[in-house]
């Protein structure tokens, strides 16, 4: 309940501000949210926004003129979203879900860490494989934190003449520092690279030295967050300078449960169903697990069948690239949701005498 009063206090700020593009953006990933939860709904927002389309772009407000650009090619060298809102929510580990609701502790109660003569976490740096989580973690402190994010743009920061990356990378820097804000710096091992490897020219190893510097001056009125997938390939010295480390493991299994559910939960009603998903797909990534997610239903709406086909075809699918001992907890999973003997056999391929051995009922006899 607390969320949708939040939800209902942020719209209504963006419609008493006349910010109708924002509005729009709200709808919209609103409506993406609420696709699985209340699909009736979710409909609705759709024809909204389909009656009403965007004629300008969004959030032209003054932060985001004030953004600096790059000299030569005239690109934004950021981007800001400002309300953050989120798509989906974060699943974490305790571990992570400690970490970053004490980060939180802190802001609320940073008048008495200054009094204290101590002050707030500054610098976060998060870990971890692609599609684990990072990128919506930096979101999701944006969101708790009621700031804008703003992200550096690498394609238009990285410049080819000598000297410029760094004055670029100066200047989103110094941006950032001027507000409260997150700052995200995604795929940092781009610019963060060891000094010591000897392919690196010059200039990268320069700008290096630059964001150490930053770093280490970021003020206490902002949070300044760094990702990326690469740990290995990052300065030593980078590591030292933030005072936050999160590394974010690929999903467990009961995460992956939690994310099939969270989509599908109202969609399937078959438990045992939603268990082979959550099965066939351990060992993906949060990002990948949602793309194979949206697969489905996209299929069950474009082919006018049952979702259930649409989870049968997934399991054909991701059953190919099973090992032997996982096609084998695969078919004694199948069989407790009442699936055939024959039908478990052609989806695993295992035979017979293999499926008896894992104690598969032989209530049709597969074919050899």
């Known amino acids: 309940m607390f969320e949708e009063y939040n939800e209902l206090a ?13 509005i729009q953006v709200f709808i919209r990933r609103l409506a993406r949210r609420l696709q699985s939860s209340k699909p009736e ?21 003054e932060a985001m003129e004030a953004i600096p650009t790059d000299s030569d090619s005239r690109l934004r060298l950021a981007r800001i979203e400002s309300p953050v809102f989120l798509d989906t929510e974060p699943i974490w580990t305790d571990h992570i879900r400690q970490k970053m609701e004490r980060l ?11 009094k204290a003569g101590l002050l707030p976490t500054r610098s976060l740096l998060l870990t971890g494989s692609p599609g684990v989580g990072k990128s919506l973690t930096a979101r999701w402190i944006a969101r708790q934190l009621n700031c804008p994010l703003i992200m550096l743009d690498l394609s238009a920061v990285m410049s080819s003449f000598l000297g410029k990356t760094g004055v ?27 000094r010591d490897d000897e392919t690196e020219i010059g200039e990268l190893k320069r700008l290096v030295t630059v964001l150490l510097q930053e770093i280490d001056d ?46 599908l939960a109202n969609r399937v009603s078959d438990q045992a169903l939603l268990e082979l998903l959550a099965i066939s797909l351990r060992g993906l990534s949060f990002s990948d697990i949602d793309r194979e997610l949206r697969k489905i239903m996209r299929q069950a709406v474009i082919s006018d069948s049952p979702i259930r086909d649409a989870l049968f075809d997934c399991f054909r699918e991701r059953v190919t690239g099973f090992t032997l001992e996982e096609r084998k907890v695969f078919a004694k999973q199948l ?34």
């Not at 939180?104 to 200054?114: F, G, T, W």
């Not at 949701?337 to 598969?360: M, N, P, S, Y």
């Open 335 to 368: 069989s407790n949701a009442g699936f055939t003997q024959r039908e478990i056999h052609e989806w695993t391929h295992l035979h017979r005498d293999t499926l008896r051995k894992i104690g598969v009922k032989p209530n049709q006899s597969p074919a050899d």
């Open 10 to 22: 942020q719209l209504s700020r963006l419609a008493l501000a006349g910010r109708r593009q924002d």
């Open 104 to 114: 939180i502790a802190e802001r609320s109660r940073q008048s008495e860490l200054v």
């Open 168 to 194: 670029n990378v100066r200047h989103v820097l110094d941006y950032a520092k001027s507000m409260e804000c997150v700052l995200l710096l995604d795929e940092l091992d781009a610019v963060a690279k060891r």
């Open 41 to 61: 709904i979710s409909e609705k927002l759709d024809r909204l926004l389909a009656e009403s389309p965007t004629r300008d772009s969004p959030l032209r407000s």
């Open 218 to 263: 970021w003020p206490p009125t902002g949070l300044l967050v760094a990702a990326t997938n690469h740990p290995a390939l990052l300065d030593p010295a980078v590591w030292r300078r933030f005072d936050m480390l999160v590394e974010f493991p690929m999903p467990t299994d009961e995460q992956v449960r939690q994310a099939v559910e969270k989509s």
